[in-house]
């Protein structure tokens, strides 16, 4: 088993290693961050025969005996020095691509494949496809038109939040300032300062009783809540406060049509793991947020104990648990 991750990652990479081995099967880690500097990864097509292998820490693997490789995390050219200069960009892109185009040849299962990952990165085909599906999506618009906005505020008649489509960070002195879910006001809506800059996506703010992290392995979905009330200091993205609020989620079972909608979303992007976020409001409807198709679970492993790694072990080795068996 491959397990391709970088080498300051979080204990998810453990725990799933771990359930490798009680299943009797050896995790090859491959960090990332490491290539090209101190790991080697190489492939050669002679005639007929192909060769690929991979040294890292003084060892070497054979890479056309991997069975099966989760794709978690890809960090590379992160090592490369900055005395590369303005050669450094072209170095990095070129290890990306040399590396991909590996990973794409193994011809093994694939958790999930790149092309699945990247595709499941448009959120407004997420909302589109998840609506086919039947699941309940906010009211939406994204734009980089303020007048649009303006327009939007007074159709939906309730008040709105933004988001970006991506984990948006600044770095300032060193500091990473995250652009977290926020509430607009009034005041917000007639300046949209900087909007013609960059494009952000504007929903209705949308009453919760409960936020929901679904996470789908395989043919199964593990889901849990946290109380809305708990959240009011991190007003309407629980991430603001998430390390406090780490031991606060608690199982949930979510309605069955709910799961089998989002099953059939995963699978429609071809996707064997995706971590979901719902609300679910005072009335009890769930309404579908986002998928991420690298979504953490690590402290869901651990509160309210939800079986995540051992179910992408299976995954991983057990064909039947598989709701798509593509490879890359």
């Known amino acids: 088993m491959l397990l391709v991750t970088h080498s300051g990652d979080n204990e998810s990479i453990e725990l799933v290693s771990r359930a490798l081995v009680r299943r009797r099967h050896t995790p090859i880690r491959l960090d990332t961050d490491q290539y090209p ?11 007929r025969r192909s060769r ?8 070497t693997f054979d890479l056309q005996q991997v069975g ?10 992160w090592a490369l020095p900055e005395e590369l200069g303005d050669t450094r960009p072209a170095c990095v892109d070129e290890s990306r691509r040399t590396l991909y185009g590996t990973i794409a040849s193994l011809g093994c299962f694939q958790l999930d494949p790149l092309r699945a990952v990247r ?3 448009h959120k407004e085909l997420q909302l589109e496809r998840a609506r086919d599906f039947g699941l309940d999506v906010p009211r939406t618009l994204s734009t980089n038109d303020p007048e649009a906005v303006r327009s939007f505020a007074r159709t939906v008649k309730v008040p709105l939040i933004t988001k970006m489509q991506h984990s948006f ?7 990473e300032q995250v652009v977290f879910t926020t509430a607009l006001t009034g005041d917000d809506l007639q300046r949209l300062d900087g909007l013609e800059y960059s494009p952000m996506t504007f929903q209705e703010k949308v009453p919760r009783r409960l936020e929901l992290r ?15 009330k708990l959240l009011e200091n991190s007003g309407v993205d629980w991430r603001r406060d998430g390390l406090e609020l780490l031991e606060q989620w608690k199982p949930y079972t979510l309605p069955r049509a709910v799961e089998r909608s989002l099953l059939r979303l995963t699978k429609w992007f071809g996707l064997n793991y995706a971590a979901a976020d719902f609300i679910v409001t005072p009335e009890g409807r769930h309404l579908f947020l986002e998928i ?12 309210p104990g939800l079986p995540i790694a051992e179910a992408l072990a299976e995954v991983l080795t057990t064909p039947s648990a598989r709701a798509c068996a593509l490879e890359a």
């Open 37 to 47: 500097t101190s790991v080697q990864v190489s492939s050669e097509l002679v005639g």
């Open 52 to 59: 690929r292998w991979l040294t890292a820490n003084g060892k």
């Open 68 to 77: 099966a490789l989760w794709y978690r995390r890809y960090y590379v050219g």
């Open 119 to 121: 595709r499941c990165d």
């Open 169 to 175: 960070a600044i770095y300032r002195e060193g500091q």
């Open 214 to 228: 679904a996470t789908v392995v395989g043919k199964r979905v593990f889901t849990a809540s946290i109380d809305a």
């Open 292 to 303: 991420n198709a690298g979504g953490e679970f690590f402290w869901l492993q651990r509160t």
